[in-house]
């Protein structure tokens, strides 16, 4: 049987990212979670998109299995030993209110995943460290759609849990895939995009258009942030492409103080339609780079 392409498994390239191959496993992890899906399917494939994104989530792992394969993380196989200190044995512990154990056999909780890894460190990134595999003291879990901005600058919601109507406070920051603990139920936020503001974790990137003889000649240009307008200089000579930084105009960090940034990515626009003198000018500025180059 060929060996399982992990890379595919999660819709990623072989050059992707460690951000792009977290950004996948997040999006599948929610789409297969056994919270969400039942069935054999759903939960086979939850194991899969685990198991791979363990693999190339870790730079020695993932080094190993763009040599070896997946047969490295078979027992008795390259990656069995050495390489990740002595191969996945049984483990077990303390992870906040629950007990765990999991052993190369793989279950936790009543889930099976598979022979593989510890699933608790993965949905910690994810999850805030909840456990949601726990079939003695699963949490009942429900999906909640905000608004970009309400996931930026945090809201308070009135949600159904149970058949009841409760008041939620979502803090500022959280981003699609976070999870908040309310009573005995959590709650996974879902975060519409905007229209404008693209996130990269607690970044923001967003594209500015400014004329060709504004990139030449330099100006100030007012940019929107999701802390407010912000009023920045173009350079002279600015290239398409240029990327200018506003540090700490980015989302508020969950943990902790501080704030990302804002990238702006400069666009320079070309004129479709020129008016005869406007071509004229054009000509004599091209004739004049030609003559400078002479001499």
Do not use: C
């Not at 196989?77 to 190369?104: D, I, K, L, V």
């Not at 139920?185 to 519409?192: A, G, K, L, N, P």
């Amino acid at each position: 049987m060929a060996d399982k392409d992990y890379y595919s498994i999660l819709g990623v390239s072989k050059s992707a990212s460690a951000e792009d191959i977290k950004k996948a496993y997040r999006k599948l992890a929610l789409q297969y979670h056994p919270d969400r899906n039942k069935g054999k399917e759903s939960e086979d494939k939850f194991k899969e998109v685990t198991k791979a994104y363990e693999v190339l989530s870790d730079p020695s792992k993932r080094q190993t299995y763009d040599q070896f394969g997946e047969a490295a993380f078979q027992q008795g196989g390259p990656g069995a030993g050495g390489p990740f200190g002595g191969g996945f044995q049984g483990q077990g512990g303390q992870y906040g209110p629950f007990t765990y154990t999991y052993t190369t056999g793989g279950n936790a909780g009543g889930f099976d995943f598979g022979g593989f890894s510890d699933p608790f460190d993965i949905f910690e990134q994810f999850f805030g460290g909840a456990n949601p595999f726990s079939r003695t003291q699963r949490r009942p879990t429900y999906a909640l759609s905000i608004s970009f901005m309400d996931a930026i600058n945090g809201a308070t919601k009135k949600v159904n849990l149970g058949g009841k109507t409760q008041t939620i406070k979502i803090p500022a920051g959280v981003d699609s895939g976070s999870r908040i603990r309310f009573g005995d139920s959590e709650v996974i936020i879902e975060v519409e995009p905007h229209r404008k503001f693209q996130r990269q974790g607690y970044d923001i990137v967003t594209e500015e258009e400014i004329s060709f003889p504004k990139a030449a000649l330099g100006d100030e240009l007012e940019v929107e942030t999701v802390q407010g307008n912000v009023r920045i200089k173009i350079p002279a000579g600015t290239q398409p492409e240029t990327v200018i930084r506003l540090r700490g105009k980015g989302v508020r960090m969950l943990r902790g103080s501080g704030h990302g940034d804002h990238y702006v990515r400069i666009k320079v626009t070309v004129p479709k339609n020129l008016t005869g003198h406007q071509r004229e000018i054009l000509k004599e500025f091209e004739e004049g780079k030609k003559k400078s180059s002479w001499f």
